[in-house]
């Protein structure tokens, strides 16, 4: 039964539809969708938004369209798609939730709802509203984390075309962008967006450092173009010789990355290792430790670059082996080995729920990364909005060290995590009572910052307990937060 629609809204059959081609990727990975659903959505939005422009002049639904097309990327629901092909009716048309309900349902209704709700001004400061609304988006996105996707769709659009925005606007979404969808995207492991996100606000928030950087890298690599084929040919006939089939890429550092090379101290694009760096995908997980085998006895490789993400996933989940290995005319050469089912993993992230094998684990990242984020809302529900933007930029800073304990049990630690951070990190305690620690026969002061591998045992004496000082030697929140109390209760 279909039900019926507003009098006032006539639908036009068009051929071919300009939502054709979110139809056809949804085709690609739902064979039996409710394409009819996604279409009535689509229909529905051009009809509502009619007459409407965006700022760059553009018809306003090319918008949705593509937040829509963005969700199919994703690998979202029907209800999902359709939800992001109306996101902005409640907000910019007549459209009302009891429209929405008896047209789509109250599923989609409430999702879209959901999205429109996030963005509900509150008489604040302009500052003060924004971290508003990015706390009610946490708080939506523990009700459905559809909501979250199709927000940060929303947003990847938006700053898509953030060209025609005035300057002011253009940094101050930019900078948003940078400080909260960021790490989110890094936290939830959905790559792609992660990638393209951090690039485009980069590129607004400093757009003189971008284009230089893109000019240098462009140079640069034309240069490496001859190294770069020698590599690949060289994987592929590793590959042949023993009889695995595999698919070799590479891949060039985005300008943000580079950005944050020369931030850390890098003076030259030839100081980074992986301006190019290239990726063996593989059928098995056996055939990527066999691979790596053939690529160290091939290249010799340098010490204390390989990690082993597979036996020891990040953080947020993602799985590769990586090593760095003395290649072609004698260049430091950055190689990633990882199965196809990884890769597609690591693109999509928690917004992989269609993988039958990993969507347990996916499925267990999410609430353990939303209850996490939840309990932060709650823990400090007097943090005025804008610091409370910054403790959560922290609590889901993404870039880690992995330690062990003496016992050989791993911890991940923010980078630029000390000793203490460490001692913090498995018991209040021993962080109270830390004088330092032994690290590989060493004995390392409390400040002593950890890298990747380290097994760390602290060392304590009953004499020692925490000072004001300790506040900058730490980078966890966790840390500071113990050291804090202590300091008040003494
Ligand atoms: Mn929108």
Same mark, same amino acid.
């Given at each position: 039964?279909?039900?019926?629609?507003?009098?006032?809204?006539?639908?036009?059959?068009?051929?071919?539809?300009?939502?054709?081609?979110?139809?056809?990727?949804?085709?690609?990975?739902?064979?039996?969708?409710?394409?009819?659903?996604?279409?009535?959505?689509?229909?529905?939005?051009?009809?509502?938004?009619?007459?409407?422009?965006?700022?760059?002049? +553009?018809?306003?639904?090319?918008?949705?369209?593509?937040?829509?097309?963005?969700?199919?990327?994703?690998?979202?629901?029907?209800?999902?798609?359709?939800?992001?092909?109306?996101?902005?009716?409640?907000? #910019?048309?007549?459209?009302?939730?009891? /429209?929405?309900?008896?047209?789509?349902?109250?599923?989609?209704?409430?999702?879209?709802?959901?999205?429109? #709700?996030? +963005?509900?001004?509150?008489?604040?400061?302009?500052?003060?509203?924004?971290?508003?609304?990015?706390?009610?988006?946490?708080?939506?996105?523990? =009700?459905?984390?559809?909501?979250?996707?199709?927000?940060?769709?929303?947003?990847?659009?938006?700053?898509?075309?953030?060209?025609?925005?005035?300057?002011?606007?253009?940094?101050?979404?930019?900078?948003?962008?940078? /400080?909260?969808?960021?790490?989110?995207?890094?936290?939830?492991? &959905?790559?792609?967006?992660?990638?393209?996100?951090?690039?485009?606000?980069?590129?607004?928030?400093?757009?003189?450092?971008?284009?230089?950087?893109?000019?240098?890298?462009?140079?640069?690599?034309?240069?490496?173009?001859?190294? %770069?084929?020698?590599?690949?040919?060289?994987?592929?006939?590793?590959?042949?010789?023993?009889?695995? #089939?595999?698919? &070799?890429?590479?891949?060039?550092?985005?300008?943000?990355?580079?950005? *944050?090379?020369?931030?850390?101290?890098?003076?030259?694009?030839?100081?980074?290792?992986?301006?190019?760096?290239?990726?063996?995908?593989? +059928?098995?997980?056996?055939?990527?430790?066999?691979?790596?085998?053939?690529?160290?006895?091939?290249?010799?490789?340098?010490?204390?670059?390989?990690?082993?993400?597979? %036996?020891?996933?990040? =953080?947020?989940?993602? *799985?590769?082996?990586?090593?760095?290995?003395?290649?072609?005319?004698?260049?430091?050469?950055?190689? *990633?080995?990882?199965?196809?089912?990884?890769?597609?993993?690591?693109?999509?992230?928690?917004?992989?729920?269609?993988?039958?094998? $990993?969507?347990?684990?996916?499925?267990?990242?999410?609430?353990?990364?939303?209850?996490?984020?939840?309990?932060?809302?709650?823990?400090?529900? %007097?943090?005025?909005?804008?610091?409370?933007?910054?403790?959560?930029?922290? =609590?889901?800073?993404?870039? %880690?060290?992995?330690?062990?304990?003496?016992?050989?049990?791993?911890?991940?630690?923010?980078?630029?995590?000390?000793?203490?951070?460490?001692?913090?990190? &498995?018991?209040?305690?021993?962080? #109270?009572?830390?004088?330092?620690?032994?690290?590989?026969?060493?004995?390392?002061?409390?400040?002593?910052?950890?890298?990747?591998?380290?097994?760390?045992?602290?060392?304590? +004496?009953?004499? $020692?307990?925490?000072?004001?000082?300790?506040?900058?030697?730490?980078?966890?929140?966790?840390?500071?937060?113990?050291?804090?109390?202590?300091?008040?209760?003494?």
């Amino acid at each position: 039964m279909k039900p019926d629609r507003p009098k006032t809204i006539r639908i036009k059959k068009r051929t071919p539809a300009p939502y054709k081609f979110i139809l056809e990727r949804v085709k690609t990975y739902l064979p039996n969708a409710d394409l009819d659903l996604i279409a009535r959505a689509c229909e529905y939005s051009i009809a509502a938004h009619k007459g409407q422009l965006r700022r760059s002049g +553009s018809l306003y639904v090319t918008h949705p369209m593509r937040v829509a097309y963005f969700l199919a990327k994703m690998h979202m629901d029907e209800s999902c798609i359709s939800a992001g092909a109306l996101h902005d009716t409640l907000e #910019n048309t007549k459209t009302t939730f009891g /429209d929405l309900s008896s047209l789509f349902g109250v599923q989609i209704a409430s999702l879209v709802d959901g999205v429109t #709700n996030i +963005s509900k001004a509150a008489i604040q400061s302009k500052a003060e509203r924004r971290a508003g609304s990015f706390r009610r988006m946490l708080e939506a996105m523990t =009700a459905d984390r559809r909501i979250l996707f199709i927000k940060m769709c929303d947003r990847l659009h938006n700053m898509q075309t953030l060209g025609s925005m005035s300057a002011e606007a253009r940094g101050r979404i930019a900078k948003e962008t940078m /400080d909260w969808y960021v790490p989110l995207a890094a936290r939830f492991g &959905i790559y792609w967006l992660w990638r393209d996100l951090e690039e485009l606000a980069f590129r607004h928030l400093e757009p003189e450092s971008f284009a230089q950087i893109t000019k240098l890298r462009a140079e640069r690599i034309r240069e490496l173009q001859t190294y %770069e084929h020698e590599v690949t040919r060289e994987l592929r006939i590793r590959l042949e010789q023993a009889g695995i #089939n595999g698919v &070799i890429k590479s891949r060039n550092k985005t300008a943000y990355r580079i950005h *944050q090379k020369f931030e850390e101290g890098c003076k030259d694009l030839d100081e980074i290792d992986d301006l190019v760096a290239f990726r063996v995908l593989l +059928s098995e997980t056996s055939e990527c430790y066999e691979v790596l085998r053939m690529i160290h006895a091939h290249w010799q490789e340098f010490p204390d670059t390989f990690k082993d993400y597979i %036996e020891f996933p990040k =953080a947020n989940k993602y *799985q590769s082996l990586h090593t760095t290995v003395k290649g072609p005319e004698g260049r430091r050469t950055v190689i *990633q080995i990882r199965t196809h089912e990884m890769e597609r993993l690591g693109e999509r992230g928690v917004a992989a729920q269609w993988s039958p094998s $990993q969507k347990a684990v996916y499925d267990d990242y999410y609430t353990h990364v939303t209850e996490f984020i939840d309990r932060l809302v709650r823990s400090e529900p %007097e943090t005025p909005p804008l610091e409370f933007g910054q403790t959560l930029t922290e =609590a889901l800073y993404v870039d %880690e060290v992995q330690v062990f304990t003496p016992k050989g049990d791993m911890k991940e630690l923010p980078k630029g995590s000390t000793i203490l951070d460490f001692a913090y990190a &498995i018991h209040s305690e021993l962080g #109270n009572r830390c004088t330092g620690a032994r690290i590989r026969g060493q004995f390392g002061p409390i400040t002593q910052e950890l890298v990747n591998g380290d097994s760390v045992e602290i060392i304590t +004496s009953e004499n $020692q307990e925490p000072m004001e000082e300790w506040l900058a030697y730490t980078r966890t929140i966790k840390a500071k937060r113990k050291i804090r109390q202590y300091l008040k209760s003494s």
